[in-house]
């Protein structure tokens, strides 16, 4: 059985939660899934495979994802590695642009796709600045999360990993 890191930088709990939606469907697919957010992350070793994801606020990744992937790019670009951003919201969802590091990303981790999902807006939990760029933008509050979307494409990841060889090399040791 495939064993998979899905790790998500949440700021507000609903990227987290969306990492716990795909570590679900992962697991229906028969896929080992260990959900664990990226500061907790100490070693890829025993993963076969990693699927990342982060809240995008003001056009970026959180800090704790892309501190994952500085941490562990050797080791990402060694397995298979899913990315996924969540971020935008309102239908249709705004803002359309990608992260703006998205691509420094997907080349770091070597990233065989990377999605982007619309997320969940509650301007109460927003700072000031965010929330000036969601007013200004005139994007309403509410949970856009596609679940069922999110639910096939990690379905889309435990087939691609069925024909991924088993056991990534170990990090080598440092003296």
Same mark, same amino acid.
């Given at each position: 059985?495939?064993?998979?890191?899905?790790?998500?930088?949440?700021?507000?709990?609903?990227?987290? +939660?969306?990492?716990?939606?795909?570590?679900?469907?992962?697991?229906?697919?028969? $896929? +080992?899934? $260990?959900?664990?957010?990226?500061?907790?992350?100490? !070693?890829?070793?025993?993963?076969?495979?990693? /699927?990342?994801?982060?809240?995008? @606020?003001?056009?970026?990744?959180?800090?704790?994802?892309?501190?994952?992937?500085?941490?562990?790019?050797?080791?990402?670009?060694?397995?298979?590695?899913?990315?996924?951003?969540?971020?935008?919201?309102?239908?249709?969802?705004?803002?359309?642009?990608?992260?703006?590091?998205?691509?420094?990303?997907?080349?770091?981790?070597?990233?065989?796709?990377?999605?982007?999902?619309?997320?969940?807006? +509650?301007?109460?939990?927003?700072?000031?600045?965010?929330?000036?760029? /969601?007013?200004?933008?005139? $994007?309403? #509050?509410?949970? @856009?999360?596609?679940?069922?979307? /999110? #639910?096939?494409?990690?379905?889309?990841?435990?087939?691609?990993?069925? !024909?991924?060889?088993?056991?990534?090399? /170990?990090?080598?040791?440092?003296?």
């Amino acid at each position: 059985m495939k064993r998979v890191l899905v790790s998500a930088a949440s700021k507000h709990g609903a990227t987290a +939660e969306m990492a716990g939606w795909i570590g679900e469907a992962l697991a229906d697919n028969g $896929v +080992e899934a $260990v959900v664990r957010p990226p500061r907790e992350v100490s !070693s890829l070793d025993g993963f076969d495979a990693v /699927v990342l994801g982060s809240g995008v @606020y003001m056009g970026k990744w959180l800090d704790d994802a892309n501190a994952l992937v500085d941490r562990f790019a050797e080791e990402l670009r060694a397995r298979p590695v899913w990315l996924f951003s969540s971020g935008p919201a309102g239908d249709p969802a705004r803002p359309e642009a990608d992260p703006v590091e998205a691509g420094q990303i997907v080349a770091a981790t070597g990233a065989r796709d990377h999605r982007i999902f619309p997320g969940r807006l +509650e301007r109460r939990h927003l700072g000031f600045a965010e929330w000036a760029i /969601v007013s200004a933008l005139r $994007v309403p #509050d509410g949970d @856009y999360r596609p679940r069922i979307e /999110v #639910d096939v494409w990690a379905g889309e990841i435990a087939r691609a990993l069925e !024909s991924a060889p088993s056991s990534p090399p /170990v990090s080598p040791v440092s003296a």
